[in-house]
């Protein structure tokens, strides 16, 4: 039978088994990454993978920290620009959804667009009434008006439209050029466009012309009432052809129409007069003598 003091030895040694050589490394404290002594190597020989891979992690945690603390200080010196580009302001959400709007109901609306669009059948009616707001259109018949013209006051007018005209030309040509708006169709520009440099969507350029040709005759020719009420009916249809056609937004009409009334504006008070306009036709007839 053994002895009560071998059985209180096994109890101890039981209860002791942390003391263990094998145990020992779980009862010292964890050193820092730069702790490889002697006695730091010969406890850790015995350490298991999982204290190796958790030594590991917690000696690449204080590399990790001057990287967190060095994005927190870029974030604080965040440009004014980029932190309203991630909050836009109201004005920006609106000016997006008034283009987004404007360019959905534009695409919709270009239904002669192509001969497989919806109204493909009208496209060629709708072109014929887009060509008579055309820039070439209306300054080869105002020359032949012109030439035909034998009354002082007629030709008063018709020299005043004729660089009415070229201005309207020049002025859209050149913000079209500037801004470069594409159109809500991917459409490739005719020749009689490329002539008119008529190229861009941004403004309407036939919108423009057809506002500023209707309120220059309704403003010196004497018409009657349907008359006016045609003339002012065919220069709406011929903004709206040109989105028909997919050639031009709704916006690039409404302002082609401003720019129009802008253009009349214009040359209503730089207004030539009838001296004026024989000089400049005398010139243009290469009859002019600077001795008469």
């Known amino acids: 039978m053994p002895s009560s003091h071998s059985l209180r030895a096994k109890t101890r040694d039981r209860n002791n088994v942390l003391g263990r050589p094998e145990f020992m490394s779980l009862n010292q404290p964890l050193r820092g990454a730069g702790g490889s002594g002697p006695a730091e190597t010969h406890r850790g020989g015995a350490r298991r993978p999982g204290q190796i891979k958790h030594q590991a992690s917690s000696s690449s945690q204080p590399s990790e920290e001057p990287t967190d603390s060095g994005d927190r200080r870029e974030s604080a010196k965040m440009p004014e620009e980029d932190c ?88 859209v040509a050149g913000i079209q050029r500037l801004i470069k708006r594409k159109g809500p169709w991917e459409m490739t ?9 008529d190229v861009y969507s941004f403004p309407a ?28 009916l065919w220069a709406f249809l011929v903004g709206v052809s040109r ?42 007839t290469l009859s002019w003598s600077p001795f008469s």
């Open 84 to 171: 309203m580009q991630l909050n836009p302001s109201f004005k920006g959400i609106a000016m997006n959804s008034l283009l987004a709007i404007d360019i959905s109901l534009s695409k919709r609306m270009g239904v002669c667009a192509y001969a497989s669009s919806s109204w493909g059948g009208c496209k060629s009616i709708v072109a014929l009434l887009s060509l008579t707001g055309h820039g070439i259109t209306w300054i080869i018949g105002t020359i032949v008006c012109l030439t035909r013209s034998n009354t002082l006051a007629g030709q008063e007018v018709l020299v005043n439209l004729l660089l009415a005209l070229i201005l309207d030309v020049m002025t």
């Open 243 to 284: 989105v028909l056609l997919g050639k031009h937004h709704l916006t690039d009409m409404a302002c082609g129409f401003a720019l129009g009334m802008l253009h009349f504006s214009l040359m209503e008070s730089a207004w030539l007069s009838s001296s004026t306009c024989q000089t400049l036709i005398s010139i243009g």
């Open 205 to 232: 350029a036939h919108a423009s012309r057809a506002a500023m040709v209707s309120k220059f005759l309704l403003s010196h020719l004497v018409l009657a009432v349907p008359l006016r009420i045609l003339l002012v």
């Open 189 to 197: 520009a005719g020749f009689l466009d490329y002539i008119a440099m």
